[in-house]
């Protein structure tokens, strides 16, 4: 099963029909708990179980159930995606344990969809949320935050506190599996958008040859990918080093983008399949459908392709 995902809006809901919840920078996870044992699924469906030795002991707090949730890692009270990335992919039990000593993880739960056996999907959130509150899920390694009625003071909050932005939940919403529903609404902080890169740059200056100087960006739609534009800066040093050594064994003769590449873009461009995400962060689009001043922030390891929506919010 994959989780329910929110859409990115610019309007903050209001009133009684509305809920509101703190947007976790982390991993989100499904965590299915049965029989004495306990698995978590990423959201593409990946059993990442050994990477979070630390949450083995949810299995002993009821029999059965499935959370849904965040897991992040806290640096300062402030969840740090950086701290929890190297943790995406441990599959070695004995590092995994390392890992959990020197960092470990907390998880934020925020939904309910089984318990005892019974399941809750097709229930208001309400009532899902009434139930997962009941349990007292409530330790070091796992929580449940609560939840807020004003979502513009929330959201204002968030902001000062540096966090990563609000989602906001319709009280009277089902639970759909991998939908990307209109009543969940999510407001983030940052201008985040998840891309897929479809190529990239050289620098044009510097005395290293073929280094990394941007990667060619675009979101999936009806008719393939759309292109939305270059991203150059976050890319020095050692971060373009280390991309341009992920995308070099997925190079391709052609572009792999559906929609025309300016050529002030696709001169000396080397293209790639589109398989690796990332996250960039801009001031929305231009009315040409380009990202506003884009910037690298980090490579997705945990999401595909699949994953990224064609909803970019901020356009002009």
């Excluded at 982390?26 to 299915?32: A, C, K, T």
């Excluded at 534009?229 to 070099?248: F, H, I, N, P």
């Excluded at 231009?286 to 929506?309: M, N």
């Amino acid at each position: 099963m994959r989780p329910m995902l929110a859409t990115p809006t610019l309007t903050i809901p209001s009133g009684d029909a509305w809920i509101h919840e703190v947007k976790w920078d982390g991993m989100r996870v499904l965590v299915d708990v049965s029989d004495g044992s306990i698995r978590l699924t990423s959201r593409t469906e990946r059993d990442v179980t050994v990477a979070f030795p630390e949450l083995a002991g949810l299995s002993s707090e009821y029999a059965d159930m499935l959370l849904d949730g965040e897991i992040v890692c806290l640096d300062g009270g402030k969840p740090s995606f950086g701290l929890l990335a190297e943790r995406f992919h441990v599959t070695n039990p004995r590092r995994a344990l390392l890992l959990a000593e020197r960092s470990p993880v907390t998880l934020m739960t925020f939904d309910l969809l089984r318990l005892y056996g019974v399941e809750l999907l097709g229930r208001a959130w309400t009532d899902r949320r009434a139930t997962l509150e009941r349990l007292e899920l409530e330790s070091a390694r796992w929580q449940t935050p609560p939840t807020f009625e004003d979502g513009h003071v929330l959201h204002s909050a968030t902001r000062e506190q540096g966090l990563e932005g609000i989602v906001s939940k319709r009280i009277s919403s089902i639970y759909r599996p991998g939908v990307r529903s209109p009543d969940w609404l999510k407001s983030p902080h940052r201008g985040s958008t998840s891309v897929v890169i479809g190529g990239w740059r050289p620098e044009s200056t510097g005395t290293v040859r073929d280094r990394l100087g941007a990667v060619l960006v675009g979101v999936p739609g009806p008719d393939g990918l759309r292109f939305l534009g270059r991203v150059g800066a976050g890319l020095a040093g050692k971060a373009g080093d280390a991309l341009r050594r992920s995308l070099t064994p997925l190079e391709l003769d052609e572009s792999p983008f559906a929609t025309e590449v300016p050529p002030e873009d696709a001169i000396g461009a080397r293209w790639v399949q589109p398989l690796i995400v990332a996250d960039v962060e801009s001031l929305g689009l231009s009315h040409q459908g380009r990202l506003r001043q884009p910037a690298f922030k980090r490579l997705r390891e945990d999401l595909t392709p699949d994953d990224v929506d064609d909803l970019v919010p901020g356009g002009a």
